[in-house]
């Protein structure tokens, strides 16, 4: 029963791609489990890295704070939780989570470390393509002259281009959260709110108004307002292109 519990536990830290691995503090000896040789690129059937080959594959931007934080939890006890990237041998990068728990001996003094990596790597690297996209996005919509904007379904605005601010003589920060109408003004959502319930209806509309630039003399502008759909065919919100025409 202890080899099929051995059997079990490796399976389910190969499914969660969660390694482990022990340090002895007086030996400075490190013990690997599979996932962890697995994570980091080690050929199971070769002898595991020394602690000293084990700091070489820890990402040099990442590898002193590692070791200062490894030395912290030594020192005092406490666990840590860190983010770090490792470097395989096919000099692979993987992004990892480290998680670290201090065994104390009988005199209280730190024995043993025992921690887990989780490998983050595909959530990393979607995150890191999101950021990507979102600064992409940003420079697109930042060199076009017309207002550009995501509203959600409560008529907030949650994304607005540069030309926002200068339209509306508001920084970006201070227009998102607000309704519509807050910026815009009473007098001018007033004709456009027909079109804008309208669009959160789900219909695309397109429309002629006068919008006040900067709060001087009114601008005539052309609008289209294009809703955004969820997997339910439900309206979440829509998108608005505002060009100047005058």
Same mark, same amino acid.
């Given at each position: 029963?202890?080899?099929?519990?051995?059997?079990?536990? #490796?399976?389910?830290?190969?499914?969660?791609?969660?390694? /482990?691995? $022990?340090?002895?503090?007086? $030996?400075?000896?490190?013990?690997?489990? @599979?996932?962890?040789?697995?994570?980091? %690129?080690?050929?199971?059937?070769?002898?595991?890295?020394?602690?000293?080959? /084990?700091?070489?594959?820890?990402?040099?931007?990442? =590898?002193t704070?590692?070791?200062?934080?490894?030395?912290? $939890?030594?020192?005092? %006890?406490?666990?840590?939780?860190?983010?770090?990237?490792?470097?395989?041998?096919?000099?692979?990068?993987?992004?990892?989570?480290? =998680?670290?728990?201090?065994?104390? #001996?009988?005199?209280?003094?730190?024995?043993?470390?025992?921690g887990?990596?989780?490998?983050?790597?595909?959530? !990393?690297?979607?995150?890191?393509?999101?950021?990507? @996209? !979102?600064?992409?996005?940003?420079?697109?919509?930042?060199?076009?002259?017309? /207002?550009?904007s995501y509203?959600?379904?409560?008529?907030? &605005?949650?994304?607005?281009?540069?030309?926002?601010?200068?339209?509306f @003589?508001?920084?970006?920060?201070?227009?998102? %959260? =607000?309704?519509?109408?807050?910026?815009?003004?009473p007098? @001018?959502?007033?004709?456009?709110?027909?079109?804008?319930?309208?669009?959160?209806?789900?219909?695309?509309i397109? &429309?002629?108004?006068?919008?006040?630039?900067?709060? #001087?003399?009114?601008?005539?502008?052309s609008?289209?307002?294009?809703?955004?759909?969820?997997d339910?065919n439900?309206?979440? %919100?829509? &998108?608005?292109?505002?060009?100047?025409?005058?």
């Amino acid at each position: 029963r202890v080899a099929e519990t051995t059997t079990a536990l #490796n399976e389910a830290q190969r499914i969660a791609q969660l390694g /482990c691995w $022990t340090l002895d503090v007086a $030996t400075q000896t490190v013990t690997w489990s @599979s996932e962890l040789l697995q994570i980091f %690129g080690v050929d199971p059937n070769q002898p595991p890295p020394s602690n000293e080959e /084990c700091w070489l594959m820890i990402h040099a931007a990442d =590898r002193t704070q590692m070791q200062a934080t490894l030395e912290t $939890t030594i020192a005092t %006890g406490k666990p840590y939780f860190l983010e770090y990237r490792v470097v395989r041998p096919s000099a692979e990068i993987r992004y990892v989570l480290g =998680r670290g728990e201090a065994v104390t #001996n009988a005199e209280g003094h730190v024995a043993k470390v025992i921690g887990t990596v989780l490998d983050i790597t595909e959530r !990393k690297l979607a995150e890191i393509n999101l950021h990507l @996209s !979102k600064t992409r996005l940003k420079i697109i919509t930042d060199s076009i002259p017309g /207002c550009i904007s995501y509203v959600d379904a409560d008529q907030r &605005y949650r994304f607005v281009n540069r030309t926002y601010e200068t339209w509306f @003589s508001l920084r970006r920060e201070d227009i998102l %959260g =607000r309704t519509v109408k807050d910026v815009i003004g009473p007098e @001018s959502y007033a004709r456009a709110r027909a079109h804008i319930e309208a669009t959160l209806r789900g219909e695309t509309i397109t &429309y002629e108004m006068t919008l006040p630039y900067q709060g #001087n003399p009114t601008r005539y502008v052309s609008g289209v307002l294009v809703p955004d759909f969820n997997d339910q065919n439900e309206v979440n %919100g829509y &998108y608005a292109l505002i060009t100047d025409i005058t």
